[in-house]
Each structure stands twice: as structure tokens, then as C-alpha cells.
């Protein structure tokens, strides 16, 4: 069994900071991608950013410039710095990770979601 923990959400002004962890924990043999989603109202769930298990990172184009992913795998944690967060930033975000278990079988697991809030 593997579980998701995510933490760092919440309200901020335009152009603010939020720094997002996600911490993957359980019988855990390897995690290869990790990654950040995040989905608005009415909208269908985007890809915000990935990082390999060997660090090759990629980025939505509306993020780029503005938010850094991480990981750290002596800790199966990833991170993501979010920068000049703007309005249209305000979604729902959730951590992703592909996880090979202890038994050796792979699957992908899902945090359960922390709000962001971008508004004056």
C-alpha cells in the first residue's frame, strides 16, 4: 500500500509564493516519475509539472518561467516552488506519483488534492 501526503496549499495574493510538498510513503521499492496537477472549476485536470527518478524535468507552458519542480529521494518527496502566482493559477492540485511496490508491481497513486487560491 502505498499513500500520498500533500501539504503547503492555501490563500494568496497575486503574485505571491506557495511552496507545495507531496510525500509518498509505504512498501515502497522505487518511484520513477513524480508530478503536479492541478484542475479549476469546470476545467479537466492539466499536467502542471514532472520530474523524473533522474531529475529531467518538464513544465505547462503557462507555468514556465514561474514554478520549479523537485524531488528529494532519499525522502520520496516532491516539491513544487510556485512564484508570481496569478488568478487563473487558483485550482485544485494534486500529486502524482508511478511507484513500484516492495512486491514489484508498478501503479500510479494520487494525493488527494490541496486547494490554491490566488485572489486579492
Known amino acids: 500500500q502505498v499513500q500520498l501526503v500533500e501539504s503547503g496549499g492555501g490563500l494568496v495574493q497575486p503574485g505571491g509564493s506557495l511552496r507545495l510538498s507531496c510525500a509518498a510513503s509505504?512498501?515502497?521499492?522505487?518511484?520513477?516519475?513524480m508530478g503536479w496537477y492541478r484542475q479549476a472549476p469546470g476545467k479537466q485536470r492539466e499536467l502542471v509539472a514532472g520530474?523524473?527518478?533522474?531529475?529531467?524535468?518538464n513544465y505547462a507552458d503557462s507555468v514556465k518561467g514561474r514554478f520549479t519542480i523537485s524531488r528529494d529521494n532519499s525522502k520520496n518527496t516532491v516539491y513544487l516552488q510556485m512564484n508570481s502566482l496569478k488568478p487563473e493559477d487558483t485550482a485544485v492540485y494534486y500529486c502524482?506519483?508511478?511507484?513500484?511496490?516492495?512486491?514489484?508491481?508498478?501503479?500510479?497513486?494520487w494525493g488527494q488534492g490541496t486547494q490554491v487560491t490566488v485572489s486579492s
Open positions: 502524482n506519483a508511478n511507484v513500484r511496490s516492495t512486491m514489484m508491481s508498478v501503479a500510479d497513486y
Open positions: 509505504g512498501s515502497i521499492f522505487s518511484i520513477y516519475t
Open positions: 520530474i523524473t527518478h533522474v531529475g529531467s524535468t
